[in-house]
Protein backbone atom coordinates (compact mmCIF):
# COMPACT_ATOMS: atom_id res chain seq x y z
CA UNK A 1 0.00 0.00 0.00
CA UNK A 2 1.00 3.62 -0.91
CA UNK A 3 1.11 6.26 1.54
CA UNK A 4 -1.40 8.02 -0.36
CA UNK A 5 -3.31 4.86 -0.38
CA UNK A 6 -3.03 4.37 3.29
CA UNK A 7 -3.79 8.36 3.67
CA UNK A 8 -6.67 7.88 1.96
CA UNK A 9 -8.52 4.77 3.69
CA UNK A 10 -6.95 5.44 7.07
CA UNK A 11 -9.31 9.14 5.96
CA UNK A 12 -11.88 7.73 4.94
CA UNK A 13 -11.90 5.04 8.00
CA UNK A 14 -11.98 7.77 10.25
CA UNK A 15 -14.16 10.11 8.58
CA UNK A 16 -17.27 7.27 8.60
CA UNK A 17 -17.19 6.60 12.62
CA UNK A 18 -17.30 10.27 12.60
CA UNK A 19 -20.14 10.09 10.24
CA UNK A 20 -22.08 7.15 11.14
CA UNK A 21 -23.23 8.90 14.55
CA UNK A 22 -24.35 12.33 12.93
CA UNK A 23 -25.29 11.78 9.66
CA UNK A 24 -27.49 8.61 9.76
CA UNK A 25 -30.31 11.09 10.87
CA UNK A 26 -29.31 13.27 7.70
CA UNK A 27 -29.18 10.74 5.51
CA UNK A 28 -26.11 8.51 4.05
CA UNK A 29 -23.35 10.20 3.66
CA UNK A 30 -24.14 12.85 0.45
CA UNK A 31 -19.81 12.75 -0.52
CA UNK A 32 -20.07 9.19 -0.02
CA UNK A 33 -17.48 8.05 -3.40
CA UNK A 34 -19.80 6.45 -6.04
CA UNK A 35 -19.18 4.93 -9.65
CA UNK A 36 -19.21 7.42 -12.79
CA UNK A 37 -21.70 6.82 -14.73
CA UNK A 38 -19.84 6.52 -18.01
CA UNK A 39 -16.36 5.45 -18.08
CA UNK A 40 -13.98 8.54 -16.58
CA UNK A 41 -10.67 9.57 -18.32
CA UNK A 42 -10.27 12.35 -15.17
CA UNK A 43 -10.46 12.25 -11.49
CA UNK A 44 -10.38 15.51 -10.51
CA UNK A 45 -10.73 18.98 -12.29
CA UNK A 46 -8.37 22.13 -11.69
CA UNK A 47 -10.35 25.08 -12.98
CA UNK A 48 -7.87 27.87 -13.78
CA UNK A 49 -10.12 30.91 -13.61
CA UNK A 50 -8.69 34.00 -15.07
CA UNK A 51 -11.97 36.00 -14.14
CA UNK A 52 -12.51 39.84 -14.92
CA UNK A 53 -11.45 39.01 -19.17
CA UNK A 54 -8.17 38.04 -20.87
CA UNK A 55 -7.35 38.90 -24.52
CA UNK A 56 -7.86 36.22 -26.20
CA UNK A 57 -5.97 37.88 -29.56
CA UNK A 58 -2.63 38.74 -26.91
CA UNK A 59 -2.61 35.48 -25.39
CA UNK A 60 -3.91 32.38 -27.11
CA UNK A 61 -5.06 33.05 -30.72
CA UNK A 62 -2.94 34.68 -32.90
CA UNK A 63 -4.30 37.37 -35.86
CA UNK A 64 -1.68 38.65 -37.92
CA UNK A 65 -4.73 40.20 -40.17
CA UNK A 66 -5.81 42.12 -36.73
CA UNK A 67 -2.19 43.64 -36.40
CA UNK A 68 -2.19 44.66 -40.19
CA UNK A 69 -5.54 46.35 -39.86
CA UNK A 70 -4.54 48.46 -37.02
CA UNK A 71 -5.74 51.50 -37.27
CA UNK A 72 -8.58 50.63 -39.34
CA UNK A 73 -12.65 50.28 -38.53
CA UNK A 74 -14.41 46.78 -39.05
CA UNK A 75 -16.65 46.75 -41.67
CA UNK A 76 -20.05 47.86 -40.19
CA UNK A 77 -21.46 44.29 -40.98
CA UNK A 78 -19.47 42.72 -38.84
CA UNK A 79 -19.53 45.70 -36.25
CA UNK A 80 -22.74 45.42 -36.14
CA UNK A 81 -22.82 42.04 -34.96
CA UNK A 82 -21.63 42.97 -31.30
CA UNK A 83 -22.38 44.74 -28.17
CA UNK A 84 -19.76 46.37 -26.07
CA UNK A 85 -19.86 48.37 -21.89
CA UNK A 86 -17.55 50.78 -22.86
CA UNK A 87 -16.70 51.61 -26.71
CA UNK A 88 -19.31 53.53 -27.09
CA UNK A 89 -19.93 52.19 -30.72
CA UNK A 90 -18.31 49.79 -32.42
CA UNK A 91 -18.64 50.70 -35.93
CA UNK A 92 -16.52 53.70 -35.37
CA UNK A 93 -14.02 52.08 -33.37
CA UNK A 94 -10.24 51.22 -34.67
CA UNK A 95 -8.82 47.43 -35.20
CA UNK A 96 -5.40 47.26 -32.86
CA UNK A 97 -3.38 44.08 -32.97
CA UNK A 98 -1.65 42.85 -30.09
CA UNK A 99 1.78 44.73 -28.51
CA UNK A 100 3.06 41.23 -28.34
CA UNK A 101 4.92 38.80 -30.30
CA UNK A 102 3.84 35.28 -30.45
CA UNK A 103 5.74 32.28 -30.75
CA UNK A 104 5.07 28.51 -31.50
CA UNK A 105 5.53 26.78 -28.58
CA UNK A 106 6.61 22.65 -27.91
CA UNK A 107 6.84 20.13 -30.73
CA UNK A 108 3.83 20.92 -31.88
CA UNK A 109 4.17 24.75 -32.47
CA UNK A 110 1.17 26.11 -31.34
CA UNK A 111 1.44 29.76 -31.34
CA UNK A 112 1.51 31.66 -27.79
CA UNK A 113 2.31 35.16 -27.19
CA UNK A 114 4.88 36.52 -25.16
CA UNK A 115 2.39 37.06 -22.21
CA UNK A 116 2.56 33.29 -21.47
CA UNK A 117 6.56 31.76 -22.08
CA UNK A 118 6.35 29.46 -19.17
CA UNK A 119 2.84 28.28 -20.91
CA UNK A 120 3.85 28.14 -24.04
CA UNK A 121 6.43 25.55 -23.10
CA UNK A 122 3.62 23.10 -22.54
CA UNK A 123 1.99 23.31 -25.23
CA UNK A 124 2.30 19.67 -26.04
CA UNK A 125 -0.07 18.96 -23.39
CA UNK A 126 -2.77 21.55 -24.16
CA UNK A 127 -5.32 21.51 -26.26
CA UNK A 128 -6.73 25.19 -27.19
CA UNK A 129 -10.08 25.74 -28.13
CA UNK A 130 -9.81 29.36 -30.18
CA UNK A 131 -14.03 29.40 -31.05
CA UNK A 132 -15.79 29.70 -27.46
CA UNK A 133 -18.65 32.38 -27.00
CA UNK A 134 -21.18 33.38 -24.88
CA UNK A 135 -23.93 36.06 -25.01
CA UNK A 136 -23.52 38.27 -21.69
CA UNK A 137 -21.18 40.80 -21.70
CA UNK A 138 -20.87 41.85 -18.56
CA UNK A 139 -18.92 40.25 -15.94
CA UNK A 140 -21.23 38.42 -13.24
CA UNK A 141 -24.09 37.57 -16.00
CA UNK A 142 -20.72 35.78 -17.83
CA UNK A 143 -19.03 34.59 -14.64
CA UNK A 144 -22.49 32.59 -14.02
CA UNK A 145 -23.39 31.20 -17.57
CA UNK A 146 -19.39 29.84 -17.62
CA UNK A 147 -19.30 28.00 -14.16
CA UNK A 148 -23.53 27.02 -14.09
CA UNK A 149 -24.91 27.14 -17.96
CA UNK A 150 -27.25 30.39 -16.99
CA UNK A 151 -26.49 33.77 -16.28
CA UNK A 152 -28.84 34.49 -13.61
CA UNK A 153 -27.57 33.00 -10.46
CA UNK A 154 -29.22 29.94 -8.45
CA UNK A 155 -28.45 26.85 -10.46
CA UNK A 156 -25.47 24.64 -9.63
CA UNK A 157 -22.08 25.24 -11.05
CA UNK A 158 -19.74 23.22 -11.87
CA UNK A 159 -17.92 21.87 -9.25
CA UNK A 160 -21.52 21.11 -7.36
CA UNK A 161 -22.29 19.16 -10.12
CA UNK A 162 -19.46 17.13 -9.66
CA UNK A 163 -19.66 16.34 -6.43
CA UNK A 164 -22.89 15.89 -6.67
CA UNK A 165 -22.37 13.20 -9.26
CA UNK A 166 -19.07 11.76 -7.71
CA UNK A 167 -18.57 12.58 -4.17
CA UNK A 168 -15.18 12.71 -2.86
CA UNK A 169 -12.53 10.38 -2.31
CA UNK A 170 -11.50 12.24 0.84
CA UNK A 171 -13.89 12.64 3.49
CA UNK A 172 -11.58 14.56 5.91
CA UNK A 173 -11.33 17.58 2.87
CA UNK A 174 -13.84 19.26 1.28
CA UNK A 175 -14.83 17.59 -2.23
CA UNK A 176 -14.57 21.06 -3.69
CA UNK A 177 -12.23 24.07 -2.95
CA UNK A 178 -12.57 27.60 -4.09
CA UNK A 179 -10.22 29.92 -3.67
CA UNK A 180 -9.34 33.73 -5.00
CA UNK A 181 -6.92 36.67 -4.72
CA UNK A 182 -9.93 38.61 -2.83
CA UNK A 183 -12.93 39.80 -4.00
CA UNK A 184 -14.68 38.59 -7.05
CA UNK A 185 -17.14 40.40 -9.79
CA UNK A 186 -19.27 38.00 -9.05
CA UNK A 187 -19.59 36.90 -5.66
CA UNK A 188 -20.22 33.36 -3.95
CA UNK A 189 -23.00 32.36 -6.42
CA UNK A 190 -20.48 31.76 -8.95
CA UNK A 191 -19.18 28.39 -7.15
CA UNK A 192 -23.14 27.48 -5.16
CA UNK A 193 -24.72 24.72 -5.54
CA UNK A 194 -27.49 26.44 -6.88
CA UNK A 195 -30.93 24.00 -5.79
CA UNK A 196 -28.63 21.35 -5.45
CA UNK A 197 -28.46 20.33 -1.34
CA UNK A 198 -26.12 23.10 0.02
CA UNK A 199 -23.57 20.82 1.18
CA UNK A 200 -22.27 20.45 -2.53
CA UNK A 201 -21.31 24.21 -2.44
CA UNK A 202 -17.27 24.94 -3.15
CA UNK A 203 -15.41 25.63 0.42
CA UNK A 204 -13.33 29.30 0.20
CA UNK A 205 -9.38 28.47 1.23
CA UNK A 206 -7.88 31.98 1.32
CA UNK A 207 -4.48 32.72 0.36
CA UNK A 208 -1.28 33.22 1.73
CA UNK A 209 0.06 30.32 4.58
CA UNK A 210 -3.02 29.56 6.08
CA UNK A 211 -5.51 28.64 3.74
CA UNK A 212 -8.26 27.90 6.45
CA UNK A 213 -8.53 29.40 9.45
CA UNK A 214 -9.11 28.20 13.31
CA UNK A 215 -7.88 24.59 12.36
CA UNK A 216 -7.01 23.88 16.07
CA UNK A 217 -9.01 23.41 18.49
CA UNK A 218 -9.63 26.37 21.17
CA UNK A 219 -6.79 26.71 23.73
CA UNK A 220 -7.88 24.10 26.81
CA UNK A 221 -10.34 21.61 24.60
CA UNK A 222 -9.03 18.11 23.74
CA UNK A 223 -10.19 16.26 20.76
CA UNK A 224 -11.83 14.12 23.39
CA UNK A 225 -14.26 17.21 24.07
CA UNK A 226 -14.19 18.66 21.15
CA UNK A 227 -16.09 15.56 19.69
CA UNK A 228 -18.24 15.42 22.79
CA UNK A 229 -18.98 18.97 22.14
CA UNK A 230 -19.87 18.09 18.29
CA UNK A 231 -21.57 15.06 18.98
CA UNK A 232 -24.07 17.11 21.46
CA UNK A 233 -24.46 20.01 19.32
CA UNK A 234 -25.66 17.58 16.27
CA UNK A 235 -28.37 16.19 18.68
CA UNK A 236 -29.55 19.12 19.40
CA UNK A 237 -29.45 20.25 15.44
CA UNK A 238 -31.08 16.38 14.80
CA UNK A 239 -34.18 17.53 16.83
CA UNK A 240 -33.98 21.27 15.28
CA UNK A 241 -33.97 19.65 12.03
CA UNK A 242 -36.40 17.25 12.73
CA UNK A 243 -39.26 19.82 12.76
CA UNK A 244 -37.84 21.90 10.34
CA UNK A 245 -38.19 18.87 7.25
CA UNK A 246 -36.52 20.02 3.91
CA UNK A 247 -34.47 22.66 4.82
CA UNK A 248 -31.30 21.28 3.25
CA UNK A 249 -29.08 24.04 4.39
CA UNK A 250 -29.39 23.17 8.04
CA UNK A 251 -28.37 19.51 6.89
CA UNK A 252 -25.38 21.49 5.35
CA UNK A 253 -24.32 22.60 8.96
CA UNK A 254 -24.45 19.84 10.15
CA UNK A 255 -22.59 18.29 7.72
CA UNK A 256 -19.75 20.84 7.95
CA UNK A 257 -19.61 20.48 11.52
CA UNK A 258 -18.42 17.41 10.99
CA UNK A 259 -16.34 18.09 8.08
CA UNK A 260 -14.70 20.99 10.30
CA UNK A 261 -13.98 18.18 12.85
CA UNK A 262 -12.56 16.10 10.38
CA UNK A 263 -10.54 18.81 8.65
CA UNK A 264 -8.85 19.62 11.93
CA UNK A 265 -6.65 16.33 11.34
CA UNK A 266 -6.61 16.05 7.76
CA UNK A 267 -5.96 19.85 6.70
CA UNK A 268 -2.90 20.91 8.70
CA UNK A 269 -1.03 18.09 6.98
CA UNK A 270 -2.29 19.14 3.33
CA UNK A 271 -1.80 22.56 3.60
CA UNK A 272 1.01 22.29 4.52
CA UNK A 273 4.09 23.35 1.72
CA UNK A 274 7.30 23.44 4.40
CA UNK A 275 7.89 19.77 2.81
CA UNK A 276 7.84 20.94 -0.59
CA UNK A 277 11.36 20.66 -2.15
CA UNK A 278 13.18 23.59 -3.25
CA UNK A 279 12.76 22.54 -6.81
CA UNK A 280 9.13 22.15 -6.31
CA UNK A 281 8.65 25.79 -5.05
CA UNK A 282 11.18 27.39 -7.51
CA UNK A 283 8.67 24.75 -10.43
CA UNK A 284 5.69 26.81 -8.93
CA UNK A 285 7.38 30.36 -8.41
CA UNK A 286 6.83 30.83 -4.68
CA UNK A 287 10.74 32.03 -4.90
CA UNK A 288 9.56 35.31 -6.57
CA UNK A 289 7.17 38.12 -4.77
CA UNK A 290 4.80 38.50 -8.08
CA UNK A 291 4.25 34.70 -8.70
CA UNK A 292 4.17 33.53 -5.00
CA UNK A 293 0.47 34.06 -4.38
CA UNK A 294 -1.03 32.18 -7.22
CA UNK A 295 1.48 29.70 -6.84
CA UNK A 296 1.36 29.04 -3.42
CA UNK A 297 -2.41 28.31 -4.72
CA UNK A 298 -1.61 26.38 -7.54
CA UNK A 299 0.60 23.56 -5.15
CA UNK A 300 -1.38 23.08 -2.90
CA UNK A 301 -4.03 22.38 -5.86
CA UNK A 302 -1.76 19.42 -6.77
CA UNK A 303 -1.65 18.80 -3.06
CA UNK A 304 -5.77 18.19 -2.86
CA UNK A 305 -5.91 16.55 -6.28
CA UNK A 306 -3.26 14.12 -4.16
CA UNK A 307 -5.23 13.57 -1.76
CA UNK A 308 -8.33 12.83 -3.55
CA UNK A 309 -9.98 16.21 -3.68
CA UNK A 310 -12.51 16.36 -6.61
CA UNK A 311 -12.58 19.84 -7.57
CA UNK A 312 -10.72 23.16 -7.09
CA UNK A 313 -11.22 26.08 -8.62
CA UNK A 314 -9.01 28.63 -8.51
CA UNK A 315 -10.07 32.88 -9.44
CA UNK A 316 -7.25 34.84 -10.85
CA UNK A 317 -7.53 39.05 -10.46
CA UNK A 318 -10.06 40.42 -7.74
CA UNK A 319 -13.15 43.33 -8.07
CA UNK A 320 -10.42 45.51 -6.32
CA UNK A 321 -7.25 45.94 -7.07
CA UNK A 322 -5.15 43.42 -9.60
CA UNK A 323 -7.66 42.88 -12.10
CA UNK A 324 -7.22 41.42 -16.05
CA UNK A 325 -10.64 43.79 -16.26
CA UNK A 326 -8.09 46.66 -15.94
CA UNK A 327 -7.61 46.55 -19.51
CA UNK A 328 -10.54 48.62 -20.69
CA UNK A 329 -8.16 51.31 -19.87
CA UNK A 330 -4.34 49.19 -19.67
CA UNK A 331 -4.48 46.79 -21.67
CA UNK A 332 -0.20 46.00 -21.84
CA UNK A 333 0.14 46.72 -17.69
CA UNK A 334 -3.02 44.48 -16.86
CA UNK A 335 -2.18 42.12 -19.18
CA UNK A 336 1.86 41.82 -17.89
CA UNK A 337 0.87 42.25 -14.43
CA UNK A 338 -1.37 39.46 -14.45
CA UNK A 339 0.20 37.15 -16.78
CA UNK A 340 3.24 37.79 -14.67
CA UNK A 341 1.40 36.90 -11.62
CA UNK A 342 0.06 32.86 -13.15
CA UNK A 343 2.56 31.33 -15.99
CA UNK A 344 4.64 30.51 -14.13
CA UNK A 345 2.74 28.92 -11.70
CA UNK A 346 0.07 27.28 -14.29
CA UNK A 347 3.45 25.94 -16.41
CA UNK A 348 4.79 24.81 -13.35
CA UNK A 349 1.30 23.04 -11.87
CA UNK A 350 1.30 21.15 -15.21
CA UNK A 351 5.18 19.73 -14.95
CA UNK A 352 4.29 18.87 -11.73
CA UNK A 353 1.03 16.82 -12.52
CA UNK A 354 2.93 15.53 -15.65
CA UNK A 355 6.00 14.50 -13.27
CA UNK A 356 4.14 12.77 -10.74
CA UNK A 357 1.77 11.15 -13.03
CA UNK A 358 -0.87 12.78 -11.65
CA UNK A 359 -1.74 14.74 -15.51
CA UNK A 360 -3.72 12.00 -16.70
CA UNK A 361 -5.62 11.45 -14.16
CA UNK A 362 -6.20 15.57 -13.53
CA UNK A 363 -7.86 17.59 -15.93
CA UNK A 364 -6.58 21.39 -15.94
CA UNK A 365 -9.02 23.62 -17.56
CA UNK A 366 -7.95 27.60 -18.10
CA UNK A 367 -10.50 30.17 -18.90
CA UNK A 368 -12.59 32.96 -17.60
CA UNK A 369 -15.82 34.73 -18.75
CA UNK A 370 -14.62 36.50 -21.85
CA UNK A 371 -12.18 37.63 -24.26
CA UNK A 372 -11.70 41.28 -24.90
CA UNK A 373 -12.33 43.25 -28.14
CA UNK A 374 -10.25 43.19 -31.01
CA UNK A 375 -11.20 47.16 -31.16
CA UNK A 376 -8.93 49.85 -29.61
CA UNK A 377 -11.06 51.04 -26.45
CA UNK A 378 -9.71 54.54 -26.18
CA UNK A 379 -5.82 54.68 -26.18
CA UNK A 380 -4.22 51.48 -24.84
CA UNK A 381 -7.78 49.47 -23.92
CA UNK A 382 -9.79 46.48 -24.88
CA UNK A 383 -13.04 46.23 -23.76
CA UNK A 384 -15.73 43.02 -22.79
CA UNK A 385 -15.72 40.58 -25.77
CA UNK A 386 -17.69 37.14 -25.46
CA UNK A 387 -18.29 36.96 -29.07
CA UNK A 388 -15.23 35.02 -29.59
CA UNK A 389 -12.32 33.72 -26.90
CA UNK A 390 -9.96 31.12 -26.03
CA UNK A 391 -10.18 28.42 -23.19
CA UNK A 392 -7.57 25.74 -22.78
CA UNK A 393 -7.22 22.24 -21.30
CA UNK A 394 -4.47 19.99 -20.36
CA UNK A 395 -4.42 16.44 -19.16
CA UNK A 396 -7.51 14.01 -17.59
CA UNK A 397 -8.07 12.49 -21.13
CA UNK A 398 -7.27 15.54 -22.99
CA UNK A 399 -4.77 15.58 -26.42
CA UNK A 400 -2.46 18.35 -26.38
CA UNK A 401 -0.36 19.89 -29.02
CA UNK A 402 -3.60 20.84 -30.92
CA UNK A 403 -5.46 24.05 -31.23
CA UNK A 404 -9.74 23.60 -32.18
CA UNK A 405 -11.62 25.86 -33.94
CA UNK A 406 -11.00 29.44 -35.15
CA UNK A 407 -12.12 33.16 -34.85
CA UNK A 408 -12.32 35.19 -38.27
CA UNK A 409 -9.57 36.79 -39.46
CA UNK A 410 -10.03 39.67 -36.44
CA UNK A 411 -10.66 37.65 -33.50
CA UNK A 412 -14.22 39.37 -33.34
CA UNK A 413 -16.55 36.02 -34.04
CA UNK A 414 -15.89 32.76 -33.20
CA UNK A 415 -16.54 30.68 -36.93
CA UNK A 416 -15.22 27.70 -37.04
CA UNK A 417 -15.97 24.44 -34.41
CA UNK A 418 -18.42 26.97 -31.89
CA UNK A 419 -18.60 26.13 -28.27
CA UNK A 420 -20.66 27.64 -25.43
CA UNK A 421 -20.28 27.27 -22.46
CA UNK A 422 -22.68 24.47 -22.49
CA UNK A 423 -20.26 22.87 -24.97
CA UNK A 424 -17.26 23.19 -22.45
CA UNK A 425 -18.83 22.13 -19.51
CA UNK A 426 -20.52 19.08 -20.82
CA UNK A 427 -16.97 18.37 -22.14
CA UNK A 428 -16.18 18.66 -18.48
CA UNK A 429 -18.37 16.43 -17.13
CA UNK A 430 -17.90 13.81 -19.60
CA UNK A 431 -14.44 13.65 -18.55
CA UNK A 432 -15.16 12.66 -15.21
CA UNK A 433 -17.46 10.61 -15.81
CA UNK A 434 -20.62 12.57 -15.93
CA UNK A 435 -23.49 11.73 -18.67
CA UNK A 436 -26.11 14.38 -19.16
CA UNK B 1 -17.58 26.84 10.60
CA UNK B 2 -14.39 26.68 12.06
CA UNK B 3 -14.28 30.50 13.23
CA UNK B 4 -17.57 29.70 14.85
CA UNK B 5 -16.30 26.34 16.82
CA UNK B 6 -12.48 27.57 17.43
CA UNK B 7 -11.72 31.45 17.32
CA UNK B 8 -10.82 32.89 20.10
CA UNK B 9 -13.71 35.37 20.17
CA UNK B 10 -16.18 32.95 20.37
CA UNK B 11 -14.54 30.85 23.30
CA UNK B 12 -14.01 33.99 25.12
CA UNK B 13 -18.00 34.66 24.33
CA UNK B 14 -18.79 31.31 25.49
CA UNK B 15 -17.02 32.14 29.15
CA UNK B 16 -18.96 35.14 29.77
CA UNK B 17 -22.27 33.90 29.06
CA UNK B 18 -21.07 30.71 31.68
CA UNK B 19 -20.06 32.49 34.33
CA UNK B 20 -23.61 34.18 34.47
CA UNK B 21 -25.09 30.37 34.75
CA UNK B 22 -25.45 27.40 37.46
CA UNK B 23 -27.63 25.45 35.83
CA UNK B 24 -28.35 24.03 32.06
CA UNK B 25 -32.09 26.04 32.46
CA UNK B 26 -30.05 29.15 32.90
CA UNK B 27 -27.71 28.56 30.04
CA UNK B 28 -30.60 27.96 27.66
CA UNK B 29 -32.29 30.48 29.02
CA UNK B 30 -29.58 33.10 28.62
CA UNK B 31 -28.29 31.58 25.02
CA UNK B 32 -31.76 30.23 23.34
CA UNK B 33 -34.22 32.31 25.42
CA UNK B 34 -36.34 29.29 26.25
CA UNK B 35 -36.12 26.49 28.62
CA UNK B 36 -34.83 23.33 27.70
CA UNK B 37 -36.90 20.48 26.69
CA UNK B 38 -37.19 17.10 28.84
CA UNK B 39 -35.09 15.91 25.57
CA UNK B 40 -32.68 17.90 25.68
CA UNK B 41 -31.95 18.52 29.64
CA UNK B 42 -31.30 15.05 30.41
CA UNK B 43 -27.93 14.90 27.75
CA UNK B 44 -27.13 18.38 28.71
CA UNK B 45 -26.75 17.42 32.27
CA UNK B 46 -24.90 14.25 31.16
CA UNK B 47 -22.56 16.85 28.76
CA UNK B 48 -22.03 18.86 32.16
CA UNK B 49 -21.14 15.91 34.46
CA UNK B 50 -19.07 14.63 32.18
CA UNK B 51 -16.79 17.78 30.95
CA UNK B 52 -16.30 18.49 34.68
CA UNK B 53 -14.65 15.40 34.69
CA UNK B 54 -12.61 15.87 32.37
CA UNK B 55 -11.84 19.73 32.57
CA UNK B 56 -11.72 19.89 36.29
CA UNK B 57 -14.63 22.28 36.83
CA UNK B 58 -18.18 23.06 36.61
CA UNK B 59 -17.38 26.58 35.37
CA UNK B 60 -15.22 25.13 32.35
CA UNK B 61 -18.31 22.54 31.56
CA UNK B 62 -20.62 25.15 31.38
CA UNK B 63 -17.91 27.29 29.26
CA UNK B 64 -18.20 24.11 26.69
CA UNK B 65 -21.91 23.74 27.05
CA UNK B 66 -22.18 27.68 26.14
CA UNK B 67 -19.95 27.05 23.22
CA UNK B 68 -21.65 24.50 22.12
CA UNK B 69 -25.59 26.45 22.58
CA UNK B 70 -23.86 29.43 20.56
CA UNK B 71 -22.72 26.64 17.61
CA UNK B 72 -26.38 24.90 17.61
CA UNK B 73 -28.65 26.17 14.44
CA UNK B 74 -31.17 27.09 16.69
CA UNK B 75 -28.99 30.08 17.63
CA UNK B 76 -27.33 30.87 14.25
CA UNK B 77 -30.25 30.88 12.20
CA UNK B 78 -33.26 32.96 12.19
CA UNK B 79 -36.45 30.84 12.13
Redesign the interface.
Known amino acids: MTRRETLLRAGRGFGAVALAGLLDAVESNPLAPKRPAVPAKAKSIIYLFMHGGVSHVDTFDPKPELTRHTGQPLSVELARTIKTSFIHDPTKAILRGSPWQFRPGGKCGTPVSDLFPNVRDRMDDIAVIRSCFGDVFDHAPAIYLRNSGSQFPGRPCLGSWVVYGLGSENQNLPAFVVMSDGSTKSGPPAYSAGFLPAVYQGTVFRGGDDP???????????S??QR???D??G???Q???AARPGDS??EA??A??E??FR??IAAPDAVDLSKESPATRKLYGLEAKLTADFGHKCLLARRLVERGVRFIQIYSGTNVGDDWDSAHTDLVGSHERMAGKTDRPIAGLLEDLKALGLLESTLVVWGGEFGRTPLSQGQNGRDHHPYGFAVWMAGGGVRGGQALGATDEFGVQAVDKRVDAHDINATLLRLVGLDQ | ???L????F??EQARVVASKVTSVDEAWRRILARDP?P??RT??NE?IE??AA??GSKS?AFA??A???L????F??VD
Do not use: C, W
Open positions: ILYLRNPEGVSETETLFVKLDMHDTLRISYLAMQ | MSSLNSRMLTEEPAFKQRLAELRGLNTNELY
